[in-house]
């Protein structure tokens, strides 16, 4: 007899253990046997899935199952009738043994995450003998019954995967079948049309391929009919509404499906909604006169039509359809005008998509008429003549897009009255005059689009109120004025797009507002002057066009770290050296041709040499009374930065190099100078209060100050940011060995040859702080009080060697008094750290050094060698 290893399979033997585990207890020796079927059924069920949402957690042996979340029984013989995990994220597969539930009405698992194929053994049931013949056995059972009283199964919106079951055409008392939005693909199966009681069939949203058998158009209870979305080819049958009498629903849009529209649709007196569209349907449209239930038509996106006059007479037979809410036409070939009749349509409607087709004529002045119409597109067609003025009575209208037709004169002050408007699409006609100023009334609108017409006057100043707008686009026509200040109101602007008109004057400094900028383009105009230094703050650009112009002055070497994918400076009146990084560095993503009097760049651009010129750039730098000896060390070296240097030093002031924050600012790390010396950078956060009074106070105390125990500050950069905003940091020698609270509670993996300080090193640390200490209060020209003394700003070298830091706080004790009020120089009540700060600071009293010797003896007494005390080896340490 062959052996078998339970742990051979993983799936079976966590079934197993899952039956057994559950399945004897009191509760389950008392159910009947069928219903002991269905408990263990819905075991083997749960077995196959994951539930991050714990919805199932019910299901276990200390309750009924007909009292578990999703469970439907039936009253008489409490058997499951009914199972709904509809929108809990499950995760795994459909179990086979649902199949067991010979008793199930309905099963709902729509939304979910299910994965792999249809058990295509789920229309059956097996017995209580056969489910335990096959644990002892080590495999599934092999024969199922028919699940005779199904009526309801829906798995939508799911990842199933695989054909459709032929098997569920053994579901002989099932009426709706959902399977949409997953990935069945295959061919529909024949059996499906023995569902002769089937009333609703939905697997739109999958990748089905092949025709539909005729078999299913047979199954004359069918009301909803949805295979929309898929790949399916053939031809509909033109006896359609004669085999479906009671067809609501009919979507098979998104396929391949050829040939004409059955003309027997024009009976289908029950249909509400009728997709059509995005196949190979051509022919005539028959008539839908009988329809008068329709709410829905879309026949988008076939070849219907030869662009010849009197396409759209079907129009005419969609009159008596009173609830018509969408008419979607869009896509196709249809010629001719408008018919009279259009006028007639009821005003239940909604959205009119009429593009891209050949449509001719005027838009008739009844357009008004349809009150409820929040979404009118006739774009790329062939209309002509004025926008009528009644299009501003469509009050709920929201997107309009007349863009790519033949509309002239100019454009109604009426459209302004549309205060729900989002899209408003005018491009590419003949319109002419200036642009209304009741454009300003649109207060939600993101896109503005009057591109390509003949447009002229200055742009309305109402129209930069619209605070929403995020696309604007007013390139190719004929508008002159300036720029207004008021662009700096579009805070949401993504797009802008003024080129080719007749503008000039200077770029208005307030567009450097528009923070969100992403395009920007204002070529083929007249504007001079240089180029905005509030543009730094426009760090989103990706592309930015302002050739054509006649801007001078030099290239903001900004530009350079900005992550350009296009950027267009030719045939302007540049000067000085073309930068060389970012952008610049590739000649193909950049043009700087047409500028005579530039020089340098990429060798690529075959520019002059640039000739040395001095540097003009104000920097702050430190300066020891004695002369530093000329090394590259950074123990004397002081250079002189700029926030260019820094930003560049630091990688952008990236995450990745943050060393750590305070009470006013950021520390980086930072490579500089030409040797790739380390140093911490500590940017000061100037919006927080007191940040620039720390700043003054620490170049204040450490600029004559100089000790082996002091954390030794190289330079300071006092300047702006690439946003125009102040800008103010110290740079410091780079302590490798981080700063001592870190060390005496370390979370750092980084901190691998040593762990924590042992007690001498302790003692040593303990020493360093007091020398830096003794040197502030006695030796110093003038003494200083730190005011912030704790183990976080005590930094240690890479030899363990302790340096005291952060002078932000610190204050210089008058020569007469030797001491320093606190209300003179801080408004805070507590000068330092809760903690450590001495007690009589928050009662207002004077600094003094008495305060510094508390805050060290409280940094002793807590962190560094009091704890140290309380182990039997560290008293016998000591002691020795």
């Known amino acids: 007899m062959k052996h078998f290893s339970i742990h051979a399979n993983p799936t079976l033997f966590n079934f197993f253990l899952l039956v057994f585990s559950s399945g004897f207890s009191c509760t389950l020796c008392a159910m009947h046997p069928n219903n002991y079927s269905d408990h263990q059924a819905l075991i083997a069920f749960k077995g196959a899935i994951n539930e991050p949402s714990q919805y199932m957690n019910s299901w276990n042996a200390s309750k009924h199952f007909c009292t578990w979340n999703g469970i439907t029984c039936s009253h008489r013989h409490q058997r499951v009738i009914g199972l709904n995990l509809v929108n809990q994220n499950l995760t795994g597969f459909v179990s086979p043994y649902v199949g067991n539930l010979s008793f199930l009405r309905f099963l ?104 539909i058998p005729s078999s299913i158009f047979n199954l004359s209870y069918i009301s909803i009919f949805d295979l929309a979305v898929n790949q399916i080819q053939g031809t509909l049958p033109s006896d359609l509404v004669t085999t479906l009498p009671v067809l609501e629903f009919f979507s098979v849009g ?43 038509l879309v026949l988008s996106g076939n070849p219907l039509g030869k662009g010849e006059s009197n396409e759209l007479t079907f129009i005419s037979t969609l009159i008596n359809a009173t609830n018509l809410g969408s008419l979607a036409l869009h896509d196709n070939n249809f010629g001719g005008e408008l018919p009279e009749s259009f006028k007639n349509l009821s005003n239940t409607l909604t959205r009119l998509y009429l593009t891209s087709n050949q449509i001719t004529g005027r838009i008739p002045t009844e357009i008004g008429n349809f009150i409820n119409m929040q979404d009118f597109r006739v774009n790329d067609n062939k209309f002509i003549g004025t926008i009528p003025s009644e299009i501003g009575k469509l009050q709920k209208l929201q997107l309009l897009d007349l863009s790519q037709n033949s509309f002239s004169s100019k454009i109604p002050e009426s459209i302004g009255n549309l205060s729900l408007i989002v ?20 207060q939600n609108l993101l896109e503005l689009n009057l591109s390509y017409n003949n447009l002229s006057g200055p742009i309305a100043r109402e129209v930069f109120s619209i605070s929403s707008l995020r696309t604007f686009d007013l390139s190719q026509n004929q508008l002159n004025g300036s720029l207004p200040a008021e662009i700096g109101n579009l805070k949401n602007l993504e797009y802008f797009n003024v080129s080719s008109n007749n503008f000039f004057g200077e770029v208005p400094n307030t567009l450097g507002s528009c923070i969100s900028l992403e395009f920007l383009a204002i070529k083929g105009n007249s504007f001079r002057g240089n180029i905005p230094s509030t543009f730094s703050s426009l760090r989103g650009l990706q592309i930015l066009d302002l050739s054509h112009n006649n ?18 400076l030719s045939f302007n009146d540049f000067d000085g050296t073309v930068p060389e990084e970012g952008v610049f560095k590739n000649a193909t993503a ?20 640039c000739k040395a010129e001095y540097s003009k750039k104000l920097r702050l730098s430190f300066r020891s009374k004695r002369v530093p ?10 250079w002189n930065v700029s926030y260019h240097t820094l930003f560049q030093a630091t990688n952008g002031f990236s995450a990745g190099n943050l060393l750590g924050t305070g009470s006013y600012g950021s520390v980086y790390k930072g490579t500089i100078g030409q040797k790739g010396t380390s140093v911490a950078v500590k940017v000061l956060n100037l919006s927080t209060r007191g940040a620039l009074k720390s700043f003054i106070a620490e170049c204040e105390a450490l600029r004559n100050i100089r000790h082996r125990n002091l954390v030794k500050v190289l330079t300071a950069c006092s300047g702006v940011d690439l946003q125009g905003n102040d800008f103010k940091a110290l740079v410091y020698e780079f302590m490798a ?32 702080i007091a020398y830096a200490v003794a040197y502030l209060h006695l030796h110093c020209e003038t003494p200083i009080i730190h005011c912030d003394l704790k183990p976080s700003n005590v930094l240690l070298d890479n030899e363990l060697v302790a340096h005291v ?3 932000g706080l610190a204050r210089f004790l008058s020569a007469d008094a030797q001491s320093f009020s606190i209300n003179q120089t801080s408004s805070s009540l507590v000068r330092g750290t809760i903690g450590y700060t001495a007690p009589e600071y928050g009662m207002r009293n004077e600094l003094s050094t008495y305060g510094d010797m508390y805050s060290f003896g409280i940094l002793l007494l807590k962190k560094l060698l009091i704890p140290c005390f309380f182990t039997t080896d560290k008293w016998i340490l000591l002691k020795a």
């Open 590 to 609: 950049f043009s700087v041709v047409g500028n005579s009097k530039l020089c340098g760049g990429i060798p690529d651009l075959k520019l002059p040499k």
């Open 629 to 638: 000896p000329s090394s590259d060390s950074p123990h004397n070296l002081l």
């Open 254 to 296: 998104v396929n391949q499906f050829t040939g004409s529209i059955p003309v027997s649709l024009s009976n289908a007196s029950n249909l509400r909604y009728l997709h059509l569209g995005y196949n190979h349907l051509s022919g005539k449209v028959p008539s839908f006169q009988k329809l008068n239930k329709l709410g829905v």
């Open 805 to 807: 830091g952060d002078f």
């Open 737 to 768: 060995n981080g700063n001592l609270e870190d060390w005496l509670h370390s979370k750092d993996s980084t901190l691998v040859e040593i762990k924590s300080l042992n007690l001498l090193q302790r003692l040593n640390t303990a020493i360093d």
């Open 108 to 211: 709902y698992l729509d939304n979910n995450s299910f994965t792999g194929k249809f058990p295509r053994k789920l229309a059956g049931c097996i017995d209580l003998n056969i489910f335990l013949s096959a644990i002892i056995h080590l495999r599934l059972p092999s024969s199922f019954d028919s699940l005779s009283k199904l009526e309801l199964f829906s798995i939508s919106k799911n990842n199933i995967t695989g054909e459709i079951p032929a098997t569920f055409g053994n579901l002989s008392s099932l009426t709706r079948l959902y399977g949409g939005s997953n990935n069945l693909m295959g061919r529909i199966p024949d059996a499906l049309g023995l569902l002769t009681r089937l009333e609703l069939l939905a697997f739109g949203e999958n990748r089905l391929n092949g025709i």
């Open 551 to 568: 801007f001078d002055g030099q290239i903001p070497k900004y530009f350079e770290v900005f992550n350009f994918r296009a950027l267009n």
């Open 423 to 442: 899209y408003l699409h005018l491009s590419e006609n003949n319109l002419s005059n200036e642009i209304p100023s009741t454009l300003g009334n649109f």
